[in-house]
């Protein structure tokens, strides 16, 4: 029985109904650009995140690139992030007028850390953007006291974590990000509690790509924070940088959110936890069934962390054969990222080279994801973890 890597018909099949009725309801009222419909889901993911402000936006690319704009970059000011991502997030910070500095991730997280981020720390440094891979978010406390400690700013990527969460002492919740600074990172109290990706850094940014775990009927995208002030300026950004028409304060765009993305959205959030035990339930499967395989690593989880596996990725010897092995069983296999940001052709004028980050450099060889998506059965995944027990025992 062939194993697709992702099938969303599925998810749209078992949502049908309400989901029909959600596009019906937007088309009869042809009022498809923000408006009340977007108003309420950044609402209920405000909510939902423990976030004071929400701000939809055209897509996750966006939700880094505004409030990156929002900083208002001087040239030569310097934004940390992984090389080890999806390229918007490199993207966003060039487009925004920044520079991407690139800095390696941490071998068993796949995320930055603030060792590899103060590796690359200039004197330019203004932002830094710790990216939730795989739906695992990256070590927030430590990266947030080092920025804070430093004046620089903390945009998460968490398009691909939305419902992930951290463990946070209790004392650190309800201080906005900008009185970080002022709490000590001796964790005195034993009583933690759980932050959302989204909620962990001075602003965050949300996709709602179709394959994110949270998906819609396109692009969209969306930005959190706690600032009041920045919520506002990336309001305006989204319209072209004025808040009344025709009068523009800023030099913006155009990144509004369609009405149909969010009623679409609406439909999916209250689903989002039992989709995301499913991809648990999943992993877990896995995880057993690659147990003791030779030449195979399985996802690492921090104690901290709860992972929400938008991707369930393995490090495995011999990747390429692997991928090749189970395609021609008809069981599909992702690659999350074949080549380092630093090594992308255009950004050769920043001067990276091969070797200036290995770890990022041995992932790119070494990571292939898994199909996961909540509706896989116990059946499929055996399928799957018996074709790569497979794979290593020949
Ligand atoms: C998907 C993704 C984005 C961009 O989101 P879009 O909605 O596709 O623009 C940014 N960063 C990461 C890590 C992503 O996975």
Redesign the pocket.
């Known amino acids: 029985m062939p194993v697709p890597f992702l099938d969303l018909k599925l998810q749209y099949n078992a949502l049908k109904t309400e989901l029909d009725e959600a596009v019906e309801r937007i088309v009869s009222s042809q009022s498809f650009v923000l408006g009340p419909e977007v108003q309420a889901l950044e609402e209920e993911i405000a909510d939902y995140l423990g976030v004071p402000f929400a701000v939809g936006v055209a897509?996750?690319?966006?939700?880094?690139l505004l409030p990156l704009r929002a900083l208002e970059p001087e040239v030569g000011d310097e934004v940390i992030i992984p090389a080890f991502?999806?390229f918007?997030?490199a993207g966003?910070v060039w487009n925004s007028g920044f520079t991407p500095v690139f800095c390696d991730v941490d071998p068993d997280i796949f995320n930055l850390t603030a060792e590899t981020v103060e590796a690359v720390w200039t004197s330019r440094t203004r932002a830094v953007i710790p990216?939730h891979?795989y739906g695992q978010v990256a070590p927030m406390a430590e990266i947030r006291e080092l920025a804070k400690s430093r004046g620089a700013f903390v945009l998460e990527?968490a398009?691909?974590a939305i419902g992930a969460r951290q463990r946070f002492p209790a004392a650190r919740l309800g201080a906005g990000a900008s009185d970080l600074a002022s709490l000590s990172l001796d964790e005195s109290t034993t009583s933690e509690e759980w932050l959302m990706a989204g909620a962990l850094g001075d602003a965050g940014?949300l996709?709602?790509?179709p394959t994110?775990n949270l998906g819609g009927f396109g692009?969209?995208?969306l930005v959190t924070t706690s600032d009041e002030a920045l919520a506002e300026k990336v309001s305006k950004l989204r319209v072209h940088g004025g808040k009344q028409m025709y009068h523009h304060e800023m030099v913006g765009t155009n990144s509004r959110l369609d009405a149909l993305q969010a009623a679409v959205l609406r439909v999916k959030l209250p689903h989002l936890e039992s989709w995301a035990e499913k991809r648990q339930r999943n992993a877990a499967l896995y995880d057993e069934l690659f147990t003791g395989i030779e030449g195979v690593k399985t996802p690492i989880v921090a104690s901290k962390n709860d992972h929400v596996y938008?991707q369930y990725t393995l490090r495995v010897h011999q990747r390429d054969e692997l991928r090749g092995f189970l395609g021609e069983r008809g069981i599909g296999s992702g690659l999350y990222y074949p080549l380092g940001l630093h090594l992308q052709e255009c950004f050769g004028e920043l001067g990276g080279k091969p070797g200036d980050l290995p770890v990022t450099e041995a992932l790119t060889e070494e990571v292939v994801s898994l199909p996961i998506f909540p509706e896989l059965t116990e059946g499929q995944i055996t399928e799957v973890g018996q074709a790569v027990r497979e794979f290593y025992s020949r």
Not at 59 to 64: E, F, K, P, Y
């Open positions: 897509s996750g690319t966006d939700a880094l991502t999806f918007a997030t966003a990216v891979l990527d398009a691909q940014a996709s709602f790509f994110k692009d969209g995208g938008n």
